[in-house]
């Protein structure tokens, strides 16, 4: 991991020198906000919840208002889900997703340095989802599952991404929202034993995640 963060600065380097004299328009920014995070799914009832997220990018100009941005974000996205405890309480249990992003965008400049509306593909590379050791043994409302069953979701996802950055040349405001077009769940449908206590059915979801930054250009 160490290894691909250092190739990715140094990519992220030789870009923005590369770009250096072409117009003051070039920035590498750190930003680091908050997320919420929903997992959208039919296989139980979930519920968005509060995380962070934060990185560096290297905006480029392109071609005349429009710019390109490189970028890689450190996640921390969590969401609920619905279950009953050992005393069939009703609990909702919070899945923790850590992960990495790498984003390469379009960004149109609606003003110069001010405001730029920015869009294209975000890759996602995160481990398993954690829980609380505690509520492992939950059953997850309306099947079969225990909380600890679904864990073991798919590592590479693709996202896509539209934002809106706002602000000074120096200082921006970043709102944006990111959608996942591959199935977050899809690695659970290799266990026979887990669709059969899902009521026999596949697994399916899908990852949205809106955000708010703030952006320092250095």
Same mark, same amino acid.
Request: glycine residues 10%.
């Given at each position: 991991? $160490?290894r691909? =963060?250092?190739?990715?600065?140094?990519?992220?380097?030789?870009f923005?020198?590369?770009? *250096? /004299?072409?117009? +003051?328009?070039? *920035?590498?920014?750190i930003?680091?906000?908050?997320?919420?995070?929903s %997992?959208?799914?039919?296989?139980?009832?979930?519920?968005?919840?509060?995380?962070?997220?934060?990185g560096f990018s290297?905006?480029?100009n392109y071609?005349?208002?429009w710019?390109?941005?490189?970028g890689?974000?450190?996640t921390?996205?969590?969401f609920?889900?619905?279950t009953?405890n050992?005393l069939f309480?009703s609990?909702n249990v919070?899945?923790k997703?850590s992960g990495a992003q790498i984003r %390469? %965008?379009?960004?149109?400049?609606?003003?110069?340095n001010h405001?730029?509306? +920015?869009?294209g593909p =975000?890759?996602?590379? @995160?481990g398993?989802? $954690?829980? @609380?050791?505690? /509520? $492992?043994?939950?059953l997850?409302?309306?099947?079969?599952?225990?909380?600890?069953?679904?864990?073991?979701?798919t590592k590479?996802n693709?996202? =896509?991404?539209?934002?809106i950055?706002?602000?000074g040349k120096?200082?921006?405001?970043?709102v944006?929202y990111?959608?996942?077009? /591959?199935?977050?769940m899809?690695?659970? @449908?290799k266990?026979? +034993?887990?669709?059969?206590k899902?009521n026999n059915?596949?697994?399916?979801?899908?990852l949205?995640? %809106?955000?708010?930054?703030?952006? =320092?250009?250095l």
């Amino acid at each position: 991991m $160490k290894r691909f =963060v250092l190739i990715l600065c140094i990519l992220s380097s030789g870009f923005s020198f590369s770009q *250096h /004299n072409r117009n +003051d328009g070039n *920035h590498i920014g750190i930003s680091f906000g908050a997320t919420q995070t929903s %997992l959208f799914t039919s296989n139980f009832d979930t519920k968005p919840e509060m995380g962070w997220i934060g990185g560096f990018s290297v905006r480029g100009n392109y071609y005349n208002n429009w710019s390109m941005i490189f970028g890689m974000q450190f996640t921390e996205s969590n969401f609920s889900v619905e279950t009953s405890n050992l005393l069939f309480q009703s609990e909702n249990v919070k899945y923790k997703l850590s992960g990495a992003q790498i984003r %390469l %965008l379009l960004s149109a400049n609606i003003i110069e340095n001010h405001l730029s509306v +920015d869009f294209g593909p =975000v890759l996602q590379v @995160n481990g398993k989802l $954690k829980i @609380n050791e505690g /509520n $492992k043994d939950n059953l997850i409302n309306g099947n079969l599952l225990t909380a600890n069953d679904i864990l073991d979701v798919t590592k590479i996802n693709g996202n =896509v991404y539209l934002g809106i950055s706002a602000g000074g040349k120096w200082v921006k405001a970043v709102v944006f929202y990111q959608y996942g077009v /591959n199935n977050f769940m899809n690695n659970l @449908n290799k266990f026979d +034993d887990l669709k059969l206590k899902n009521n026999n059915k596949d697994f399916k979801g899908n990852l949205g995640m %809106l955000s708010g930054q703030l952006l =320092v250009n250095l």
